[in-house]
């Protein structure tokens, strides 16, 4: 089959680092069957990576794009394209409209700032509480040097997503902890920057010492190595509040690393989370086809692209309501 390399493909034979372009938009071309895709930014680079395998073995062409959850979901349900990517479970309203999802995979969110932050090396030992990030992202806490133990006085600059995310809102909700949440208006509000995309987040945090945001994790490590090789760095989170980075908290170092203990439970969801496919009713018969095997074969290529497989217990739910439909 003659095609054209996914972004995320190109980028892999290239060897980029952690920060790449994966918020436009690519195509797998066939002389088969065609699917169209948009919506979520998080799960875009598995998709595509999904939709090269997929292609070459059932010629299939798919057009995909990102753009935010929901993009994909108005898309989705305006018959613009076959299947929405979704960063969270659908809302009770979009499945009044005729919305039906099943879960993919699992993606995880983490706070990330610059390389050169002045209080790094601090932060790597001691860590942030969900109560230290959610003062910081609501501008109780200004100054690097109120966070930790340092004297430093360096003004924190907060950047947050201005696009449809479905990260910002599963980071919203695990800001909130049990009593509330943040919703992504709020947050925007309070941020000093607001960017469409995980990218522009990144290279926002890379460009300012000082800065702290949010990214999906494939924007923090790089994509051949799995290492910490960018301007950016995952904050570790202090889970259990002690003021200290212990031994089960400690798994920052390497992409799989990290991956191991989202997948053990060590890392709390939200900001872990289960991303979805959508369609308007049931999916159609390419998509289904091509949705069924994400389910099945395509699970076996969602570690190696830096995220987490859905349990079996999961798959095979999901297995049986994507045969029922809706």
């Known amino acids: 089959m003659e095609r054209t390399y996914s972004r995320r493909s190109a ?42 395998r997929y292609g070459d073995d059932t010629d299939t062409s798919f057009d995909i794009s990102g753009g935010g959850t929901g993009v994909g979901v108005s898309d989705v349900l305006n018959g613009q394209v076959d299947i929405a990517m979704m960063g969270r479970e659908p809302e009770p309203e979009e499945i009044d409209q005729g919305l039906f999802a099943v879960p993919m995979l699992i993606d995880t969110v983490v706070a990330t700032v610059n390389a050169d932050n002045p209080v790094l090396e601090e932060l790597q030992e001691d860590g942030l509480s969900r109560e230290d990030l959610e003062a910081i992202f609501t501008k109780e806490v200004t100054n690097w040097g109120e966070v930790v133990d340092a004297d430093v006085d360096e003004e924190i600059t907060v950047y947050g997503r201005s696009d449809a995310s479905a990260a910002y809102k599963q980071w919203g909700d695990f800001l909130g902890g049990e009593d509330d949440a943040y919703t992504q208006s709020e947050l925007e509000d309070l941020s000093d920057g607001n960017h469409n995309g995980d990218q522009p987040v990144a290279e926002a945090v890379g460009s300012n010492e000082t800065a702290i945001s949010l990214n999906n994790i494939n924007y923090v490590y790089a994509l051949e190595s799995g290492e910490l090789e960018g301007d950016i760095r995952p904050v570790p989170l202090d889970h259990d509040g002690d003021g200290t980075i212990s031994e089960d908290e400690d798994f920052y170092d390497t992409r799989e690393e990290f991956l191991a203990a989202v997948e053990e439970g060590q890392y709390p969801a939200p900001p872990a989370r289960e991303m979805f496919l959508a369609s308007d009713g049931a999916f159609d018969e390419e998509a289904h086809d091509f949705v069924e095997w994400v389910l099945t074969e395509g699970q076996e290529y969602v570690r190696d692209n830096g995220y987490v497989p859905l349990e079996a217990d999961t798959l095979e739910e999901a297995q049986d309501d994507l045969a029922e439909g809706p």
């Open 11 to 52: 980028l892999q034979l290239a060897g980029v680092g952690s920060v790449v372009s994966l918020a436009g938009c690519s195509s797998v071309l066939g002389g088969g069957s065609s699917v169209r895709i948009s919506g979520g930014v998080g799960p875009l680079p598995m998709v595509e990576v999904w939709a090269d």
